[in-house]
């Protein structure tokens, strides 16, 4: 689903940013 795709495309740009 669109929630979950903006989900993991956060998660990808906290990682890194890290």
């Given at each position: ?9 956060s ?8």
């Amino acid at each position: 689903s669109l929630c979950f795709l903006l989900f993991y495309i956060s998660m990808k740009m906290l990682l890194l940013y890290n």
